[in-house]
């Protein structure tokens, strides 16, 4: 008797050490947990996001935990998923928002929808979405009061990446990380995109300058036809297929560029007013 009763605290908390502060309904008042909390990794993530499970795997997905809140007929479901890092949870929220409404500031990004409230902060991608009540219904109140009381209780950065300030601002519709193959070419493995009312730009980040160089030499003897252009430390600038007038530097291990523009000139100017927006590195 007296070993069983040191051995059931033990078993509580190995019950409850797996347990979330940010994965309480009774964060905000007038709302109870409904089921029992879910638990997700790369191997099983399928199981509970069938067909959308890829668009989590292609960012570093790690885990997710969830839970259903309840309140009246209203039902709220609540997964907060680990990604691989931060850049990788704020390109999880940018490819699942909605680029035609405006961000919220919470975490590096949110977007509050009536039935609907998506952040990232840090290496966290956080959903909360209403699975049950009436199709038409406005829960933006219950969505920030929960989103307001789970975003401190998480850690990491608060500030989008700062590639996202290079971009220039004028005329750009929206912006994106990509997680493999930038302007569908596999030596550009990963990086930012953000696409204008004409052309888009991008921006890949290598180890090196060494490595960057390597890069801009397989690109080179893919695109024949480019020339030289004097931005930064390298360049070239021309028409080719699929991406039209294009234009490509770098800057020490920065690769960046302008596609699909009318003219490979036009493609020109604007990478030199974008490069001169990338920090020396």
Known sequence: ????????????AAATAGAQPYLDCHLVPGWEQSGTPRSYTADNLYDYRDGGAEGYL??????????????????LSID???MADAESAWGMFAA???????????????????????????????EIV??????????RAALQAFAAKIAPLLEGREAPPE?????????????????????????????????????????????SPQAAAEVMKKLRER????????????????????????????KGRMIGGQTNLPEAGQA???????????PAN
């Open 96 to 126: 699942n928002r909605d680029p035609k409404e405006p961000i919220a500031r919470i975490g590096m990004g949110g977007q509050l929808l009536p039935q609907s409230l998506l952040f990232a902060k840090g290496r966290t991608f956080v």
């Open 80 to 82: 907060v998923s680990d």
């Open 163 to 207: 590639a996202l300030q290079w971009f220039p601002p004028e005329h750009q519709t929206s912006v994106r990380l990509v997680p493999e193959s930038v302007l569908g070419l596999r030596a550009l493995k990963r990086g930012f995109v953000a696409k204008y009312e004409q052309g888009q730009a991008f921006v890949v980040m290598e180890e």
């Open 268 to 278: 020109a100017a604007l990478a030199t007013t974008f490069a001169a927006r990338i």
């Open 130 to 139: 209403e699975t049950d009540g009436n199709p038409a219904g406005n829960q």
């Open 58 to 75: 292609i960012f570093g997905f790690a885990r997710m935990q969830g839970i259903d809140c309840k309140s009246g007929a209203v039902t």
């Open 223 to 250: 695109f024949a036809g480019v020339a030289p252009v004097p931005i930064a430390d390298e360049a070239f600038a021309g028409k080719v297929p699929y991406l039209d007038g294009v234009c490509i530097f770098r």
């Open 1 to 12: 008797m007296k070993r069983t009763s040191f051995l059931l605290p033990a078993l509580f």
